[in-house]
């Protein structure tokens, strides 16, 4: 906002001053500025006293340079912010990936081994979360599995020998 005084007097009421941008008649875009002079007690012996203002000044500037600056300035902010977005989405894919795919990936790997047979597989995730405590308890398994095997065949062997050593084996 932009003040002056009319006339120079320095007990003058300052001029009030209002810019906006918008568009003429023919729709070029144009800085619009209106300043409305007031009633000075100078002047009031030709106006009289009773107007509050004595007139307006309206000045326009012709603003396609400056739209045109704005508009590449928005298009530029548009990039920066879709280039942004495309980051974070490639991070957040890492992390993902990182974090919750390889360990998922480990997890089934083990889990097919020891449906095959191979009681000896371990996981090995460490960590506090969810995917480590199922890796903890596929291991546990996995050993729990491979101690109940051993006890079967020593068993089965036992049994071979006990009635084998009755049928004089």
């Given at each position: 906002?932009?003040?002056?005084?009319?006339?120079?007097?320095?007990?003058?009421?300052?001029?009030?001053?209002?810019?906006?941008?918008?568009?003429?008649?023919?729709?070029?875009?144009?800085?619009?500025?209106?300043?409305?002079?007031?009633?000075?007690?100078?002047?009031?012996?030709?106006?009289?006293?009773?107007?509050?203002?004595?007139?307006?000044?309206?000045?326009?500037?012709?603003?396609?340079?400056?739209?045109?600056?704005?508009?590449?300035?928005?298009?530029?902010?548009?990039?920066?912010?879709?280039?942004?977005l495309v980051v974070?989405?490639?991070?957040?894919?890492?992390?993902?990936?990182r974090y919750a795919?390889?360990?998922?990936?480990?997890?089934?790997?083990?889990?097919?081994?020891?449906?095959?047979?191979?009681?000896?597989?371990?996981?090995?995730?460490?960590?506090?979360?969810?995917?480590?405590?199922?890796?903890?308890?596929?291991?546990?398994?996995?050993?729990?599995?491979?101690?109940?095997?051993?006890?079967?065949?020593?068993?089965?062997?036992?049994?071979?020998?006990?009635?084998?050593?009755?049928?004089?084996?």
């Open positions: 906002s932009r003040r002056s005084t009319a006339r120079g007097s320095s007990s003058a009421v300052p001029a009030t001053a209002l810019t906006s941008l918008t568009k003429d008649a023919s729709g070029i875009p144009v800085f619009r500025m209106a300043t409305k002079f007031p009633n000075q007690p100078p002047c009031q012996g030709c106006h009289g006293a009773a107007a509050r203002f004595n007139g307006m000044l309206l000045v326009e500037r012709d603003a396609s340079a400056a739209t045109a600056v704005l508009a590449t300035v928005r298009h530029r902010l548009t990039a920066t912010w879709a280039v942004t974070l989405a490639l991070a957040l894919l890492g992390v993902t990936t795919h390889h360990p998922l990936q480990r997890l089934i790997a083990a889990a097919r081994r020891i449906g095959a047979g191979d009681f000896g597989t371990r996981v090995g995730l460490r960590g506090r979360d969810e995917v480590a405590a199922v890796g903890a308890a596929l291991d546990s398994m996995a050993a729990h599995l491979a101690g109940s095997v051993e006890e079967l065949r020593h068993k089965g062997l036992e049994r071979l020998f006990r009635d084998g050593s009755k049928k004089g084996i």
